[in-house]
């Protein structure tokens, strides 16, 4: 948030005071509340930018610095003045707080230690009554308020947005009233105030443009969010469309749903186990990820084409904050395993090949279980009934793909993908139209590995080096020097090539 936004919005507020019919008392005291709302914020001393107002309210003295309270006993201390722009309120107290002072004269404000001094001297009688303090929330309203009766409608949304935004930016906070318990919330008459009048005002609704501050989206800030309390606070903020009423009610069901939660992720998590097993997948590992609460459970199958065994993965993953759960499979071909003479393994790493299982299945009703990431959506908030049916769904898809990935794989490779000059490759690459296409590999720099390595292993050298330059002219130097795939696994390849040798083919492209 920009603390200029602050200054200028604490200035308008001034003004706004100004043209009031409040009492000079009122005035004070509301004032006194929106300076202290600004020093909560890295903010320059603005106090001046209004002076002729507040001095004429009693607000704000200019003194010569000889009629401070401390002048005539601590003569040395007023000497030495000239490199600040400060003096303290009380010079024989270090935590006293301080007065602008410049030009000779010290500017003290009303419920400052100086005001204090002063009044108890009989020196500033035109603002003899106690400080009242008001809270963040009240302020806000009360000056959202008076913006309304002067017809001010951008200083109506400019108070709500500082406010807003100085909570989601952690500038106010428990100090000031705003309890880390929801319950707290929905008894607190300033903050439902405040409610009311940003659903009877939309005071979010905002062009960019006509404003300082950020214009904050509720469903951003809500992205990010796990805590109940803390989701309920920031729609109870944002949401203008709910009642305080039906934000309660959904907290309270998100509530009970946290509770319930670790009993619905192992239903989970016994569900995913009996039936892969069922269908005779090999239990590989879980895995649980904190304070992500991401859960993962690793399958394996072992598959032959009659000459060669290549290993097929499922992982599913079920990602709490996101409440989704889907699939990714890998494969460790046959093939490729031995152009790079390895063996199969049960790491993740050593696969040539990923998906998600989802994308080969062409189903209108599924596509409706999918959020925009195309992830399965799971009510985790729900019962455990709904949870275990949509999971028993989910499944249901996953097992219908069964080995479709890898028979995908072996009808495209090694033949038909060879069939095709790399070249081809190239311009699906660069067209600017849909890749409607199966495509085996992702990236050209795969493809250029693959294809030289078969080239050498076939004895055409120099077809192999044409490809190799073709990708160094494609190349950055930025990517020559932060992709470690092209370090390690790439250069050497191609070194080896040069030095005559027939190297095994190297790690696929990774980009970290």
């Known amino acids: 948030m920009s603390y200029h936004a602050i200054e200028n919005l604490v200035e308008d507020a001034v003004h706004l005071l100004e043209r009031s019919d409040l009492s000079v008392a009122e005035q004070r005291k509301i004032i006194f509340n929106i300076y202290q709302f600004q020093n909560r914020f890295d903010t320059s001393y603005t106090v001046l930018r209004c002076f002729p107002y507040l001095e004429k309210i009693g607000f704000i003295k200019k003194l010569p610095i000889d009629q401070h309270p401390d002048y005539k006993k601590n003569p040395d201390y007023f000497k030495n003045l000239e490199d600040s722009d400060w003096l303290l309120s009380d010079v024989n107290n270090e935590e006293a707080d301080v007065v602008f002072q410049e030009d000779g004269y010290f500017f003290p404000e009303y419920g400052s230690e100086a005001w204090k001094r002063l009044l108890a001297a009989g020196q500033w009688k035109e603002a003899p009554e106690e400080v009242a303090h008001i809270s963040i929330p009240q302020l806000i309203a009360e000056m959202i308020d008076l913006s309304e009766k002067q017809g001010n409608k951008q200083l109506m949304h400019n108070f709500y947005l500082a406010f807003v935004n100085a909570y989601l930016e952690a500038d106010i906070g428990t100090e000031e009233g705003l309890s880390k318990d929801f319950e707290q919330w929905v008894n ?101 990820e904190q304070p992500l609460d991401k859960y993962k459970w690793v399958w394996y199958k072992d598959l032959s084409d009659g000459v060669r065994t290549s290993r097929l993965f499922t992982e599913i993953c079920l990602e709490v904050n996101l409440s989704s759960i889907f699939a990714i499979q890998y494969v460790q071909h046959g093939l490729l395993l031995e152009w790079q003479e390895k063996s199969l393994s049960t790491n993740l790493e050593d696969a040539q090949f990923k998906t998600n299982p989802f994308e080969l299945i062409d189903n209108d009703d599924v596509e409706k279980n999918l959020n925009f990431l195309g992830l399965w959506v799971l009510p985790l908030k729900s019962s455990g009934k709904r949870i275990a049916t949509s999971t028993e769904h989910f499944l249901q898809y996953l097992d219908a793909v069964g080995t479709g990935y890898f028979d995908r794989i072996n009808k495209e490779f090694p033949k038909p993908f060879f069939a095709k000059p790399f070249n081809s490759y190239i311009k699906i690459f660069e067209s600017m139209e849909p890749i409607s ?29 044409k490809i190799y330059d073709t990708m160094e002219g494609r190349l950055t130097d930025r990517f020559r020097e932060n992709i470690p795939w092209y370090k390690n696994e790439f250069l050497p390849f191609i070194k080896a090539i040069k030095a005559g040798k027939k190297p095994a083919l190297p790690g696929l492209f990774k980009k970290d």
Do not use: C
């Open 188 to 288: 607190n008459p300033d903050l439902i105030r405040l409610h009311e009048l940003l659903s009877q005002h939309d005071l979010l609704k905002f062009k960019k443009k006509e404003t300082d501050f950020e214009v904050p989206r509720l469903s951003d800030e809500l992205s990010g969010l796990i805590d109940p309390d803390e989701r309920a606070k920031v729609s109870m903020l944002m949401d203008p469309k709910k009642s305080v009423e039906k934000i309660y009610a959904s907290y309270l069901k998100e509530k009970k749903a946290a509770v319930e939660l670790p009993q619905h992720i192992a239903m989970i998590s016994t569900m995913v186990k009996e039936k892969m097993e069922i269908s005779s997948w090999i239990f590989l590992e879980e895995m649980v």
């Open 437 to 465: 296409d199966f495509l085996l590999f992702n990236d050209l720099y795969s493809i250029s590995e693959i294809f030289i390595h078969n080239l050498i292993h076939q004895g055409k050298e120099k077809e192999a080096l």
